[in-house]
């Protein structure tokens, strides 16, 4: 189980990773996702990985164990606030490419080796 | 070691006190402004004399306030015979400049402005010398450099002005820096960063192989302070100050503060090789290098501002020297150089205020048009120059005495013979200052026809140039000062006995050559200065200036090359900085061992993750598909809730299931703006190097979360397992965390998504006024639009769904404390069941029938759930401390009522309104767009879309 959630992780940070190197803003915004996803799961995970043990306290006395509860409380938010970025990082880039007409994120350079081919001055 | 010190840090802080004064004090006028600057003073000198006779006895004042003493720093202030000598000097001197600056500064000067700054700097000046702590007094040392910045920097428009105060800020700020690492080192070594504490711990001190270093270090602070050769340079383009501030920075205070500090720290670092090699050798380059250079200056204050230079040089090779009777010259040289250099500074001032320049070639003839100021003049240089009868000639008879027997790599005579030429130059120079300001034939050309300035000008020098008689002629005077101070300097017990006629000694020749040496200068002047014009001589200013902008194009290559406006390679940097700062923590060792095993895996799990992988996969291969990949990406999000539910988090998994619905919609009401493709614009060389990237990151990443699954480590959440309920009143751990024990952090979180919803609105707001509004107004969507927008079935059952949505959302909301659930959870679920009215039923419908505004959702929210916590103080508790009971009423079963529900209500209603609000602005958008709205639920018949079509076309 512990390589399974590890390598999730490992996984979703490097489609993450190389979704927020493109040159466009969705595909950022997707890779942004992706890396919300490894980072809430690695989050979680740092509370050790338990099944059968959720942290709802059993009031009969009973002798039972629980997970972390810490970690949860802590991704919830977490979880939360991720699409709060997610959906201004959306509600800019959808702004600046109504401004300019390019969703493109890179300021266009002179001599910028990445995006000289695409660069449009675009009357700025 | 004496008490009673409670004076002391009231003596520290008058100055910064009074600081707050003159600038309110100017508006009662200009008198009134300077009034009020020397009182402070005036009264910092009054308290600091009545500690004068404890002090003379040899007694040390101390007076101790702890500030952090974690970090060694404490508010902690001393005062011996050293810091005395040096805060009478201060203040005294300040007393004079505030009185010579009321006469010097014109109509037009700010002069509140400039008594505050000179207040500001003595009271920096003074900590230097009175603290205790050594970071204390690295504090007030960095104070110093910045008041003296806007000391020297004064006259603003000047650009002299602003560049020698940026240069002396840059040289005296890195040597600060410098100090400061020695200082630290210092303080390690002792294991105490007191003074009275470093000062008696001398040989161990010397022992330490961390000596060098620290000696190093703190010379470098010194030497930049006290413009030691090669950081002398600053201190003449530092002259384009005032000459009030001049006269003080250069005289008594700030470049003294070097000196003070290896006077300081003699005990505990003078008396060794490096301490006699480095200090008096730097010493005795500069005081020669400074007269050669002072003797070929035409402006007044840049000889001057050399001369300083020259005899900052002979006072450290005096404390170089590490023996007694050098420390004694050198007290008693800080005290004569600061009467006759402070009183010929004031001179200057008084010859550039009355002849508007300070040319030394357009001047002479002074002596008849200003008897008085020519006398001052004349008889302050004279003292310079170090001519019998004044107080100059002692100190500089006793320096050569020093020098005479001082041997240099086993050499006798190189430090005799140029300290002889450091005096002879020294002559020179003084002289020069004399006869070609003041003698010769009266010109009539003189910018401006100079007569002897107003009494208040001329008291202050002439008061000093009476000190300069009465200590040349009566040295006995001086003599328990002098005593107070080399005991202070020197932690022994000596009575030096100071007087005119020493005899026939080798210094006495000396002199004697100097001064003759001198006058030759003089009388040869004119065929010296030519060659010296046309000499090959470094230009210190262009070198600095030339550094200066080797660091700037330095760092602007720096900041061009990584900050070059493409995000994709800061992302880059960033990433890969990360994941190789990372393989270097790894590396460094230091993992502890395995303590748990592995879980099973179930088929159902690895199907799952089969998925997950697969979906991740699916996403970045087909990114240029944008709806496809949108499509893709909920699978992960479906994947990660089923992992949250087996892996023990009921909540996470309601949670991240609700953000995903959300979440997808927000991107397809976006995706409704944008390009529907990603165009193939980055070449291969880029894709690899970003697919390498992408793999380091996953890698390590994978990794670290590897490797800390498989070991345990000490958690603090048994607390909250057995105190949630007790406690709280839940037994829903992770909720009961969330509104209680972490509710402040629950609480800021709120209030960061209702401002990400405002933010939203707002850009939405700034889109629909600015230029992108025409452009949305004139998007063509007939393509890709669906005819029958609200489908009636899709309406019927949204309709129907609503009070069940609620219901489930209110029964989340509910049952949060005890079971899966909670505010978040039920604010998202409520979010959705409201959008689902939108998808179906259309903006127009929905907006009118919506009652309250968002925007009030998540003020009420956070409002009440502020309340809730503040409610806490009026029973007397911290802020959000929370409150239960239970109520039993007879229907239904026994409920608990807690305070903690309340704010997690204000939590339901903030998720609430934020998550509409982002969604509401989108969607406006796209009703700004020209999208048409159903003035009815369903008032399209689907059965006319022949006619539209028909229509259409024949448009």
Redesign the interface.
Known sequence: ???????????????G??????????????GL??LS??V???L????????????????SGADVS?????P??L???A??????????L??????A???R?S?E?????P??D??D??ATEDGK | MGDGGGFLPVIAMLPFLGALVPGVMIRAGRNACATFTAIPTALALVMLLTHLPAVMAGEVITKEITWLPQLGLSASFFLDGLGMLFAVMILGVGLLITLYARFYLSGEDPMGQFYTYLLLFQGAMLGIVLSNNILLLLVFWELTSLSSFLLIGYWKHLPEGRQGARMALTVTGAGGLAMIGGMLILGNIVGSYELTDILAAGDQIKASEWYLPALILILLGAFTKSAQFPFHFWLPHAMAAPTPVSAYLHSATMVKAGVFLMARMWPALAGTEPWFYIVATVGLITMVLGALIALFKDDLKALLAFSTVSHLGLLTMLLGFGTEAAAIAAVFHIINHLTFKAALFMTAGIVDHETHTRDIKRLGGLAKLMPITATIGTLAALSMAGIPLFNGFLSKEMMLEEASHTYWFENPWIVPALATIGALLSVGYSLRFIFHTFGGPVRDDYPHHPHDPPRGMWLAPAFLTVLVILIGVMPWIAEPVVTMAANAVTGADLHPHLKIWHGVTPALFMSIAAIIGGAILLVLHRPLDAAWLRAPRPEAKAIFDRLIGWAVSGARWVTDTTH??????Y??IF?AVTVVAGFVAWTGGGMPDVT?G????PPV??IG?VL??AA??A??LM?RN?FG??VI?GI??LM?SA??V???????AL??IS?ET??IM??LL??H???KT??K??PLG?RIR??I???G???G???L??A???R?MS???DY??AN??DGGGG????NV??VDF?GY??YG?II??GI??L??FA??E??LN???SR??RNTDYSQDRSRDRHPLMMVVATRVMMPIAVMVGVYIFLRGH???GGG?VAG?VIAIALLMQYMASGFGWTMARQQIEYHALIGWGVVIAGLTGAGAWLAGHPFLTSAFGYVHLPPIEEFELATAALFDLGVFLA?NG??ML?LY??SR?ARYAGETVNIDPMDYDPTSRLEDREKEEER
């Open positions: 189980m512990e390589i399974l959630v590890a390598s999730a992780i490992g996984v979703l940070t490097a489609g990773t190389y979704l927020i190197l493109r040159l466009r803003a969705f595909p950022v915004i997707l996702a992706l996803y490894a809430n799961v690695f979680f995970a740092s509370g050790r990985l338990a099944t059968n043990m959720p942290p709802i306290l059993d009031k629980y997970t972390d509860p810490l949860q409380a991704v919830l938010t979880i939360v606030i991720s699409f709060g970025m997610t959906a201004v959306v509600m800019v880039s959808l702004g490419y109504l401004e007409e969703d994120i890179n300021i266009p350079h001599d910028d990445l995006s081919d695409t | 070059n406006g493409a995000i994709s390679r992302l880059a990433v748990r592995l879980l099973p895996i799990v690895a993750y997950l992988v991740t996969l996403v970045v990114h944008r990949s949108l990406i992960i999000g990660i992992g949250f087996y892996l023990s988090a009921p909540d996470l949670t991240q953000v959300v979440t927000l991107l976006a995706l703006f944008l390009p990603t165009p614009e980055s880029l970003d697919g990237i992408a793999l990151a996953g890698g990443v994978a990794a979360a590897y800390f699954l498989l345990d958690v603090i959440s909250h397992l949630s309920y037994t829903n751990v992770v965390i969330l972490r952090d629950t979180e960061v998504l990400a919803g933010i939203i850009l939405m700034a889109l600015g230029p992108a452009r949305l005890n079971m899966p978040f998202l998720v934020a998550v982002m602005s989108l958008i």
